[in-house]
């Protein structure tokens, strides 16, 4: 099937994401027409993915700019096939939910997601790169609890920072060299603007420590929502370093950091959403290091583990998603031998498990052995080990303790009640669990669609002593499990994070304005109260005077309807910081719209 | 019903755990076992070209996280879940 258009995904997330908000609420609480409504835009994005042919789709022209929205080649092309695959999984398993802000807010994200992955030029990037920073924050909010609140708006405000570190070096790049042209920068040739943008970028990336802010938001998001998270953010940032930082040593090193630092703390974490975020973490710096290391195999590597970690980790999301919503927590220490009371949720939980921790015949094992056989063969024997080290803190944690004491036993069980799981939710982890075994057992499947050529041999995961390997290695981790599982029983605590100097930041800075702000008003108010005021009344007197024989029967009309638009605005100021954000993305969107129909 | 299938067969699965332990113990000795005539083809650290290297690697590394997390990093970082009052 060839075409010579594409069909960018983005724009059938925004066209839904559009149609939403006026659709008659009747029909939309009508569930088999929303379930399938929600599935046209993946749908399209699926169609769209396995039919275009590489080519520059799409440019342009504003404020004399070129800005290219189809970029389509090897690399976006596979990152787009997962960002559709886990969306259309994710519509599946998000069916149920009757609130349209959930539509709205993942349909945006992933319409940014998408706008990055095929985006030609930086501009474009930072253009989708906000849209995928409001619509996500939104989605936390989603969750409509008071902590998801404050975790809303400090994901913001750190993703504001990040894109203007973006935003500073696309612009600084732009004055030096005339261009925002997104291609790979040579670390030789490295300038400040370069630096700027890789900064943006790792904010994204989760690198610590630039990381936090991901285990504060992604364990309060919705459940459904939870899905997108975890895919879009980090796996965009992934797609944008390979695109643009290939073969940064810093990358390298960062990267390793990231898997043995996320794997530490999930080792201690109670909640078991957060022990899931922190493994992105980890998990992100396989890719991250695998960028870093820059051959073929190892960029390769990170591709492979990018596309199969959106799908595990989207399964494990939605795994523990199951529980929060049947149970209302998920934090370990208030769960236990649920494996008998819900019995599929474990299974495919299991699944994801599995796959994250490399086991043979699911999908982790072909991809996370080619990133650390790749940095072996490349002589980075430190790097390797260190993420062999992560590999086997990645099976303790998610891999046995998170479903050994929230499924089976080690202290009390839970014996509250348990909501019904829809069924549109069994379906979500069905399909996502089928595709981490299809690829483990058949590589093959994967491996195809891996943009940068190898030279000599291919790399080979099902090979005897690379099963064996891997088998000793997580057997032996579980062993390791097995004599410390009194040690390693969760506690209800919180683990400081790098975010307690973010937030020491944030007090530092609102100390330093304030401070001076409330010695000038004091002063100001003394002065006002001596002199202001009593001129004020003297002038007050006068004007009564005048406003009772003269204005008073001309304006009045004039009041009324003063008084009506001051309602209307008054209404929509609802001093909800959320609502003002929201207004201004949908003007945003809007001029953005217009430019395009008219640009 | 599946479900309730399912569920029953995993109660009875862990009543039964002192088997699945005795099931784990004798997969890990095979492993061991074969390890000794399929060793690593290409050894990259040095010392896996020894049979059992990574069982003693995830063992050790195992051994060593969970009690420097939890015994001697956690004490210090621990604070109480609404410390940030949210």
Avoid at chain 1, 227 to 243: G, H, I, N
Avoid at chain 1, 377 to 397: D, K, Y
Avoid at chain 1, 398 to 407: D, E, H, M, R
Avoid at chain 1, 525 to 537: K, N
Wanted: aromatic share 14%; charged share 15%.
């Amino acid at each position: 099937m060839e075409t010579s258009v594409f069909y960018h995904p983005s724009m059938a997330f925004l066209a839904f994401a559009l149609v939403v908000p006026f659709i008659p609420t009747q029909l939309w609480l009508n569930k088999a027409f929303r379930g399938a409504l929600a599935l046209v835009a993946p749908l399209v994005a699926l169609y769209s993915i396995f039919t275009v042919e590489p080519g520059t789709y799409g440019a342009i022209q504003y404020l004399d700019q070129s800005l290219i929205f189809g970029r389509v080649d090897g690399l976006s092309i596979v990152f787009g096939q997962v960002f559709a695959i886990i969306a259309t999984i994710g519509a599946i398993y998000g069916m149920h939910v009757e609130d349209r802000g959930h539509f709205v807010c993942g349909s945006l994200y992933v319409a940014g997601g998408f706008g990055c992955v095929f985006a030609g030029d930086l501009l474009t990037v930072f253009l989708f790169w906000e849209l995928m920073s409001i619509g996500s924050t939104f989605l936390i909010w989603q969750a409509r609890t008071k902590e998801s609140v404050g975790a809303g708006f400090r994901y913001f405000l750190y993703h504001t920072v990040g894109g203007l570190f973006l935003l500073g070096g696309l612009l600084l790049k732009y004055k030096a060299t005339g261009s925002f042209a997104f291609e790979g920068v040579n670390p030789a040739d490295a300038q400040l603007y370069d630096w700027l943008i890789l900064t943006g970028f790792c904010v994204n990336a989760a690198v610590v420590p630039l990381h936090a802010w991901l285990p504060d938001a992604y364990p309060r998001a919705s459940v459904a929502g939870a899905v997108y998270m975890c895919a879009f953010t980090t796996k965009t940032a992934v797609y944008v370093l390979a695109r643009g930082f290939a073969g940064w040593e810093v990358l390298a090193i960062a990267g390793t950091i990231m898997a043995v630092f996320g794997v530490l703390y999930a080792c201690i974490e109670n909640n078991s959403r957060r022990i899931l975020s922190y493994h992105i973490v980890s998990q992100v710096g396989y890719m991250v290091a695998g960028i870093g290391i820059g051959t073929a195999m190892t960029l390769n590597g990170a591709v492979a583990h990018a596309y199969a970690h959106i799908l595990y980790k989207g399964l494990l999301f939605m795994g523990t998603g199951c529980i929060l919503y049947a149970v209302g927590t998920a934090k370990l220490d208030k769960l236990g031998g649920l494996a008998t009371k819900l019995p599929w949720v474990m299974v495919w939980y299991m699944v994801a498990a599995l796959s994250i921790s490399g086991m043979p015949l699911f999908n982790g094992f072909i991809s996370k052995t080619m990133t650390i056989a790749g940095a072996a063969e490349h002589h980075r024997t430190i790097l390797a080990l260190c993420l062999e080290i992560a590999a086997v803190g990645t099976f303790i944690s998610v891999g046995i303790k998170l479903p050994y004491f929230a499924f089976w036993g080690g202290k009390k069980e839970y014996k509250g009640e348990i909501k019904p799981i829809p069924v549109n939710m069994y379906v979500g982890m069905a399909i996502c669990g089928l595709l981490c075994i299809a690829q483990g057992v058949y590589p093959h499947l994967l491996y195809q669609y891996l943009p940068f050529p190898v030279e000599g041999h291919q790399f080979e995961p099902w090979t005897i002593d690379k099963v064996l390997n891997s088998g000793l290695l997580l057997g032996f981790s579980g062993l390791a499990f097995y004599l410390t599982r009194e040690i390693i029983t969760p506690h209800a605590k919180l683990n400081l994070d790098f975010d307690w100097f973010y937030r020491l930041i944030g007090k530092v800075t609102m100390g330093a304005i304030c401070w001076p702000v409330s010695k000038v008003d004091d002063v100001w108010t003394e002065v006002y109260r001596t002199v202001g005021l009593r001129s004020l009344i003297g002038m007050g007197d006068g004007t009564s005077w005048f406003d009772k024989k003269g204005i008073d029967t001309v304006v009045d009309g004039s009041a009324y309807t003063v008084r009506n638009i001051g309602r209307l605005g008054a209404k929509a100021q609802t001093a909800n910081l959320q609502d003002y954000l929201a207004w201004a993305a949908v003007l945003g969107l809007g001029i953005f719209a217009l430019v395009w129909y008219f640009g | 019903m599946s479900q309730n299938g399912l569920g029953d067969l995993l109660a009875k699965w862990r009543d039964n755990w002192k088997t699945w332990r005795i099931i784990f113990f004798v997969v890990l000795g095979v492993l061991v076992l074969l390890n000794i005539p399929f060793v690593t083809h290409h050894p990259h650290f040095g010392l896996d070209k020894y049979p059992g290297f990574f069982a003693a690697f995830g063992l050790i590394v195992g051994l060593v996280m969970v009690i420097l997390m939890k015994k001697i990093i956690q004490p210090f970082i621990a604070r109480e879940e609404d410390y940030y009052g949210d």
